[in-house]
């Protein structure tokens, strides 16, 4: 009879390499998720006490059932579909125009001191401070919404990029150069991956800033669809579930952007690239 031939270590690791990434994977989602049951269990805790009427703090089962009544209804996708393609619109001006102007400064003293006390005296006021002026120039309705938009997110985009661009260390570029790399092979090369970290930030605050301005000039600008024009009608009647409704359509937007978007083309980019973990 032949002895059995004990598993070597290295296969007894492969085998067990399936089961730790299915341990892995589910303690990622216990992370993710504890914070929500958390909070959610405090809501439910102080919304059944009675601290609060019924009507100004409702339970999360209201919540949710005004977001499944206004779904079946088609109320609530016709508002967050206005809302997005309003919020994509601005956004991307944003994007292009911040982008440009922040590598411009960066790598332009001239286009520095043109922009950078403009961008300075700007970023600090309040988007919605400047929803008047462009209403009386550009009127009301989405042409005016979404060039607000584009112009309040346009501060941390154009800030971040042109830290970024200024942040690109002049070894790498000394060195490009000494490889008789032409300022196109040294822009794409060099400058662009070592800002893109930064440009991605200001992508991200400046999605954060074009979110705030937009639900709060949506009801100023007049449009008849949007979050912002439902969670401010809401109020009018006291429906704050349907408020909290349309505020976590806001969120779940928001985090499928996160994570569709700047997540993936942070692992295509900078990730893949080693210069981030």
Do not use: C
């Not at 998720?33 to 919304?47: L, T």
């Not at 499944?68 to 508002?79: D, F, M, Q």
């Not at 393609?85 to 003293?109: C, E, K, N, P, Q």
């Not at 490889?179 to 440009?199: E, N, S, W």
Request: proline residues 6%.
């Amino acid at each position: 009879m032949y002895d059995a031939v004990p598993a070597s270590p290295a296969s007894a690791t492969v085998s067990a390499i399936p089961g730790a990434t299915e341990d892995a994977r589910w303690r990622v989602i216990a992370r993710t998720a504890f914070p929500f049951v958390v909070v959610g269990g405090a809501w439910e805790i102080v919304a059944h006490l009675g601290i609060f009427p019924p009507r100004l703090f409702p339970p999360l089962e209201a919540v949710g059932s005004a977001f499944v009544r206004l779904t079946i209804a088609g109320i609530l996708p016709h508002h967050a579909l206005d809302t997005l393609v309003r919020l994509l619109a601005g956004f991307t001006l944003a994007a292009f125009a911040g982008v440009a102007i922040g590598i411009a400064m960066g790598r332009s003293r001239r286009a520095e001191d043109i922009f950078l006390p403009l961008v300075s005296i700007g970023a600090p006021i309040p988007g919605i401070a400047y929803a008047p002026l462009f209403l009386l120039w550009f009127g009301l309705g989405n042409f005016s919404t979404v060039l607000l938009v584009g112009f309040v997110s346009a501060f941390p985009i154009i800030f971040n990029t042109w830290t970024g661009v200024k942040a690109v260390k002049e070894i790498w570029v000394r060195s490009a150069q000494a490889m008789g790399a032409d300022q196109r092979r040294l822009f794409v090369k060099v400058i662009l991956p070592g800002a893109l970290p930064y440009i991605l930030t200001g992508l991200r605050l400046g999605l954060a800033q074009a979110w705030r301005i937009l639900v709060g000039v949506e009801m100023l600008a007049a449009v008849p669809w949007g979050l912002g024009w439902l969670i401010f009608g809401a109020r009018e009647f006291l429906n704050t579930d349907v408020m909290l409704a349309g505020i976590a359509v806001i969120a779940v937007i928001g985090l499928a952007l996160e994570k569709l978007v700047f997540q993936r083309l942070e692992q295509f980019t900078v990730v893949r690239w080693g210069m981030m973990t």
